[in-house]
Each structure stands twice: as C-alpha cells, then as structure tokens.
C-alpha cells in the first residue's frame, strides 16, 4: 500500500514519533489487523511486508511496539522500520510520513483512524505455551536472527579480570572493570576475552570474545556468537550518550581502541566493531544525537581505515563531521601512548 511520499527535508523527531506512534495504528492504517490473530501481547499472521503466507512468519510484540517477520524476508524492527519497508523509502522519509499521519492534526494526509485499542478478530484464541511445553523449533525462536537482537537473560559472572593480555594491551584495573572484561573459561568463549556488548538501552544483547593473543590454528582472533548482528548496536554508545551533549563523540573501528580512548579521558566514544556503518547504525546515531552535533573519526591508519572514514563522513551529512588523522608510524588507535592521544586530537 503505498501512499503520498513525505519531503525528505522536513525536520522529524525521530524520538517523537517512536514514543507517540504505535503498531496497533500503523497496521490499522495499513489494514491488517482483520489478517493478524491476538494472543495476549502478541500478534502473528502472514508477513505483509513480503506477502508470505505462513498464518505466523510475522510477529508484533504490542507492549514492545516492534515486529519481527520469521519468514523469507526475516526483518524487523519499530514503527519507522515498518514504514520504511511497506513503502520502499528510507528512514528518514518514513518517520516523516508518520509525523505527518499521526503527528501533524493540520496535515490533509492524517491518520486514517485515530488511536485505539486493537480490535480481536473473531477466532479462536490459539493458548499461550506454558514454560514446559513451549515450542523450541527454530520457525518459534530465532529472535536474534530475524529482528534486534534480544537482551540476553544471563550474564557472566566467572570472569578473570587479572588476565595479563589484558595488562599487556595496556589496560588497566578501572578500564577493565568499568568494561566488564575478563578471561571466559567455559561455553562458546572458553579461553576468550569476553567483552560484553549492549544495546543503546543499556541491555546486555551479546558478548563478544577476543583470543588473547595470536590464535592457534582454528581459532578465530575474534568470536561473535551465532543469530548475533553486530550491525544493529554500536558498542558503548549507551554510555557515550550519558555524556555531556556538547562534547564530541568519537567513533573508533574496534574494542580496544574504545577502551584506550576511555582510558585517556576521550570518555563519549564509541566503537562500530568495523571500518563501515550499515543503515541501523546510521539510524541509532541519527536518532540519538541532535542534528549538527560534532562527530570525531579516528580510524586505522590504513587503505580499509581511511576510506571507511570517508565514507562515513559522507552519511554522516547532517553533523559536524571531522576526520582525525593517527600520528606517522601508528597502525590504530589502540597503540596510541596516553601523550599521543591528546595531539591527536589537536
């Protein structure tokens, strides 16, 4: 269903239209709530957003205002996600549609129907499984690989904190700790440095491990686990953003170029765990900072490096973007001295 495309100029609050619009008036507007069944906060039917047909690939949780699609298309996401794939735009023309829907009472393109409770189509209620016969196929939960990735619901709590890698990478105890590093020595990151990632919110969503040191044959240097989209979070940006507003935020390639920048007082930086930012990546920055907020780029000192930061700066249109050029002779940030970080910067 497409519909009378919004400028892509006008000024949106991304923060407002995902606080004030919901799911429930999105698929009324769309007219697919007749098509979806009810089961307390959950509703599933067929994906609309690849026209499938499985009675329960799409799924939308209305206490998260989020939908999942555990079908062919496999995405998800919020009510701008949503927009954005029903009607082929971006982002930032789809959050523009829905102020202009929802947001805007002067506009001639309103909301077809005003906010309200969702209506039960007349079906039976298929019962919610209880926790000893819930389904554990992969068609039932493979969350992490179909929508955002979901918070985990442990946490490591075994972790050697007194690994000398971490020493010799030049970290010290407060660093470690304020991290939550440590030497893992059970399950998928046995014998790995755990690094534990969060989403914007603050929620524990993964842990990433680091062999410390050069891995015997068969290792990975690095370890993610398996459903994991490092592309949907950008590491420490929840708290890069409790910093204060005015400051610049850095963006680094890697962990332990975040964690030295931490480390020398370059406290509101964050780590794209890559040389590229994918569009959620894009969307979380755009979204969480004020338009024309200063944005430092500090990148490895090489050919993926130094492209990946022009490129970069280019999506980054909308802030006050400056590339930071490492001294001669320094590979990445992380072998940056504590007296060379702030020339750097200069």
């Known amino acids: 269903m497409k519909t009378d495309q919004a400028s892509p100029n006008g000024f949106v609050d991304f923060k407002q239209v995902k606080a004030s619009?919901?799911?429930l008036q999105i698929l009324e507007r769309y007219q697919l709530v007749e098509t979806l069944r009810q089961n307390g906060d959950r509703l599933s039917g067929p994906c609309p957003i690849h026209k499938g047909k499985n009675p329960t690939a799409f799924r939308v949780s209305i206490s998260k205002n989020c939908f999942n699609c555990f079908g062919s298309c496999a995405r998800g996401g919020n009510v701008i996600d949503f927009v954005s794939l029903m009607e082929g735009v971006g982002f930032r023309e789809a959050a523009l549609l829905l102020q202009q829907w929802f947001l805007d009472p002067s506009s001639d393109g309103g909301p077809a129907r005003s906010k309200k409770a969702v209506r039960k189509p007349n079906r039976a209620k298929k019962p919610e499984p209880s926790p000893s016969t819930a389904p554990t196929s992969v068609s039932e939960e493979p969350i992490a690989e179909a929508g955002p990735n979901p918070p985990l619901t442990f946490e490591l709590k075994t972790l050697k904190t007194d690994h000398p890698y971490l020493f010799q990478r030049g970290l010290e105890p407060e660093t470690i700790e304020h991290f939550g590093l440590g030497l893992c020595s059970r399950g998928m990151l046995r014998g790995y440095i755990a690094i534990p990632i969060h989403n914007r919110e603050g929620e524990l969503v993964a842990y990433a491990g680091r062999w410390p040191g050069d891995p015997p044959e068969g290792n990975a240097r690095y370890k993610l686990p398996k459903g994991f989209?490092?592309?949907q979070e950008i590491f420490n940006l929840h708290r890069a953003l409790e910093e204060e507003e005015d400051t610049p935020l850095?963006?680094?390639e890697g962990f332990f170029d975040c964690f030295t920048l931490w480390q020398a007082g370059i406290t509101k930086c964050v780590a794209l765990m890559g040389c590229t930012m994918s569009e959620d990546q894009l969307f979380l920055l755009t979204e969480s900072l004020p338009v024309g907020s200063s944005i430092e780029l500090l990148f490895d000192n090489d050919e993926a490096g130094i492209h990946g930061a022009e490129v970069i700066r280019a999506q980054l249109g909308e802030f006050a973007v400056?590339?930071?050029?490492l001294p001669e002779?320094?590979?990445?940030p992380d072998e940056l001295s504590s007296d060379q970080?702030?020339?750097a910067f200069a």
């Open 21 to 23: 619009v919901t799911m």
């Open 250 to 252: 850095v963006i680094v």
């Open 322 to 325: 400056r590339v930071v050029t």
């Open 329 to 332: 002779g320094i590979r990445q």
């Open 341 to 343: 970080i702030p020339d």
């Open 229 to 231: 989209r490092k592309s």
